[in-house]
């Protein structure tokens, strides 16, 4: 009867969705670009970051286009608060990297953190939901504490400095290294574009003793 008035939609192009459909309807399933990045063994997106940052496997599960369909689910997870975006893709990603011999040597998973001015206005970390069905798909430690960010990237753009990020090294920082020595470390993250941000994570989490970095994002901006 609710469903009635209140249908419950395709976040992706707003059909209504039938009983047995969850978040996106099924030609939008089917329509979405996926890479086959880990699949293919593609340096895709490791060669974003090539010379800056060592990443032991890094995939991202969707092409991103603006206008496109993919465009419409990232929004619709950050703005319009529909979370269930992210376990939906989380799943999805989590199935498919268990399966890939590559990434089961995964011990902690960490989102890229939301500044906490930022985290508290939206209310949620957009990535977390897709950070908690990887780790529980790779049964590896989902970890959102140890990583903080330390400065808000908009203070940054506003005050024009945004090319010295990764020179002042301190856009993330981390509140404790005992917990993550010798770990292999899966980053997680919504889109992919310049790498700067992996690149500022990877500065903080690559100077603990024996640590390996690898990277999942929902998608890829190409
Ligand atoms: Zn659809």
């Not at 939609?9 to 670009?33: F, G, I, Y």
């Not at 979370?83 to 268990?98: D, K, P, R, V, Y």
Request: with cysteine; hydrophobic share 40%.
């Amino acid at each position: 009867m609710l469903n009635l008035f209140f249908p419950v939609v395709c976040e992706a192009c707003n059909s209504v969705l039938s009983d047995n459909q969850k978040v996106v309807c099924t030609l939008c399933r089917h329509q979405l670009p996926v890479t086959n990045y880990h699949f293919n063994n593609s340096e895709a997106v490791k060669k974003i970051v090539y010379g800056r940052v060592q990443l032991e496997n890094a995939t991202a599960l969707l092409h991103f286009s603006k206008k496109g369909i993919v465009q419409q689910l990232l929004h619709n997870l950050k703005y319009r608060g529909h979370e269930q975006i992210s376990t939906f893709l989380g799943e999805w990603l989590g199935t498919e990297l268990n399966n890939n011999d590559a990434y089961q040597a995964i011990d902690i998973v960490i989102p890229v953190p939301l500044y906490k001015t930022k985290l508290r206005k939206r209310g949620y970390n957009q990535v977390e939901k897709f950070g908690k069905e990887i780790a529980n798909a790779l049964n590896a430690e989902y970890n959102d504490r140890v990583l903080v960010k330390t400065k808000s990237t908009k203070t940054q753009v506003f005050k024009g400095r945004l090319k010295r990020w990764n020179d002042d090294g301190a856009l993330f920082s981390i509140t404790e290294n005992e917990s993550l020595i010798g770990k292999h470390i899966l980053l997680v993250d919504d889109i992919i574009t310049t790498g700067a941000t992996v690149e500022a994570c990877a500065l903080v989490l690559l100077k603990i003793d024996n640590i390996k970095l690898s990277l999942a994002t929902m998608a890829i901006a190409d």
